[in-house]
């Protein structure tokens, strides 16, 4: 087994007086946590990152989700915020799905956590 070698925490002065987070804070990330891991969340969320989809749309941009898993997922993106659903009253029916505020205002996150596995991605398990 190949030794990994840690180096000291080094905050520099954009942490001087830093003490960690609250409970309540540990709690709040947690659920943000939640909210955007599961099987297929945070490809659903990446592919409405260009507007809004049908259904079949979404399924044909995540080949190997099946029908019912992008129901579940869509169903709890939309609980938690995160998407749209909009229903057309159209013959037959039309269903779209897009980001919403929340949903678009997590990419600046999920570019940080990016750049963050690039620059680390030779320590990340496979």
Known sequence: MEMQTV??????KDCEDCTGPE?????????????????WKIEIVCSLVGGPMRFGELRRALPGVTQHMLTAQLRTLEHDGIVIRTVYAEMPPRVDYALSRAGIELMPTFAALRDWALRYEHQLPD
């Open 7 to 12: 180096e000291p925490r080094s905050y520099g």
């Open 23 to 39: 409970r309540i804070d540990v709690l709040r990330f947690q659920r943000a946590i939640r909210a955007i891991t599961g099987k």
